[in-house]
């Protein structure tokens, strides 16, 4: 395998494909032998293999009912992250100045919004969160913020 594949953004590439059992041949090696190396990568496989696990479930709980429009809403997510990985590009792209004063205002809405956590938290709001993939409930949190 090519030396250029063993980076962690081209390793991640193809982690979907590991996970799944498609990789053969020079990548499945790579990917491999990357794996062995990288903590970072085989945390993102071991998230991988959760994901897939709670789908999995989640597709088995809902029936084919709730499944028929599920390659749909997959394509359109992997579109919408495309779209998205588009535009960090560009971002990244802005000159050095427009790029800092981004910094500026993430750190900005990051106090802020730690700030207002922490006002919230002496009144000990109660919550409700619902975690979904694919439109399909995967896991319900309740608990007190």
């Excluded at 498609?22 to 071991?46: I, M, N, S």
């Excluded at 749909?72 to 992997?78: N, R, S, W």
């Excluded at 588009?86 to 919004?113: D, H, I, K, W």
């Amino acid at each position: 395998m090519r030396l250029g594949l063993r980076s962690c953004r081209k390793i991640r590439k193809l982690l979907p494909w590991y996970v799944n059992g498609t990789l053969v041949g020079e990548e499945l090696a790579g990917v491999e032998g990357h794996l062995r190396r990288c903590r970072r990568c085989l945390a993102e496989v071991e998230d991988l293999r959760r994901l897939q696990a709670g789908l999995v479930q989640a597709l088995e709980e809902a029936g084919p009912a709730d499944a028929e429009g599920l390659l749909d809403k997959t394509l359109a997510l992997i579109e919408a992250e495309e779209k998205l990985e588009e535009q960090l590009l560009r971002l990244l792209a802005l000159p050095r100045a427009e790029r800092r004063e981004l910094g500026r205002l993430s750190l900005g809405l990051f106090v802020l919004g730690f700030s207002l956590g922490m006002a919230y938290e002496r009144g000990r709001l109660p919550f409700e969160a619902e975690l979904s993939a694919l439109g399909l409930p995967l896991a319900k949190f309740k608990g007190r913020i």
